[in-house]
């Protein structure tokens, strides 16, 4: 039997500086902006060399988040996506997705081979979803496939716990919350410390994320006070002090 080949890398800069513009665009006009707690650590982590990026997943609109980030960060980003996926939508393909077929054992493992060998050095990321598939972020346990334990036994790379989530606030579209957990350089868990350790980093920071939410729909602190800061305000948003907002004031004021 002759071994799977590696899939190699279609990633292309261009189409990724052109789709992160779309992507912005989007983000920004739906959702009720994005705000990130830990950017810049990493930023500094990706500056230092190659990072395995693991965030939970909730919604469609992770792809696009994750995008962004990568962006803020300066990074050459990859993602791992189901390779049915991959063929229907080859496009993904030049954002750096590379497949991952999970039909069988020597198929995955060639998906994961070909993610470890993009992380070289700094400014290389791979992001994967350990969940592999999307899940409500109030879902416990969160599931994580055996995969990224693999995958991280390949790549010499920091493993870095992202936590994603939405939340209504004041608006009819959510916003997009990010919590970065503490980064675990390469060798500082053994094997069977990484899938626990990474369920115990995300979920806390969900749990970060879901305070800092609710305390800012309370209006008991102000969006940012948890250490979330806005990294892209939503075009939804107006001034206060506008037109539309002294009209609405003054209505209320009659009421």
Not at 79 to 96: I, Y
């Amino acid at each position: 039997m002759t071994a799977a080949l590696v899939p190699a890398s279609r990633r292309s800069p261009a189409f990724v500086w052109a789709f992160r513009h779309y992507a912005r665009h989007s983000l920004a006009t739906g959702l009720d902006g994005l705000r990130v707690r830990g950017l810049d650590r990493l930023q500094a982590a990706a500056a230092a060399g190659p990072l395995l990026l693991a965030p939970t997943h909730v919604a469609t609109w992770d792809a696009l988040v994750i995008l962004v980030l990568d962006g803020l960060m300066g990074a050459r980003g990859h993602a791992l996506m189901d390779a049915r996926n991959l063929e229907a939508l080859p496009f993904f393909g030049w954002l750096g997705a590379l497949p991952l077929d999970r039909s069988a054992p020597g198929r995955a493992r060639s998906g994961l081979k070909a993610a470890a060998a993009q992380l070289q050095g700094p400014g290389d990321t791979v992001w994967v979803f350990p969940q592999g598939r999307q899940r409500p972020a109030a879902a416990r346990p969160l599931d994580l496939q055996p995969g990224l334990r693999l995958l991280a036994r390949m790549a010499p790379a920091t493993l870095v716990p992202v936590s994603l989530a939405y939340h209504f606030a004041d608006a009819e579209v959510p916003v997009a919350w990010v919590d970065v957990g503490e980064p675990a350089p390469p060798g500082s868990l053994g094997g069977r410390e990484v899938l626990p350790w990474l369920d115990h980093q995300l979920c806390a920071g969900l749990d970060r994320i879901l305070a800092a939410a609710t305390a800012a729909a309370d209006d008991r602190a102000p969006p940012g006070a948890g250490g979330h800061a806005l990294v892209l305000p939503s075009r939804r948003s107006r001034p206060e002090n506008g037109l539309g907002a002294r009209i609405l004031n003054t209505i209320g004021s009659r009421l």
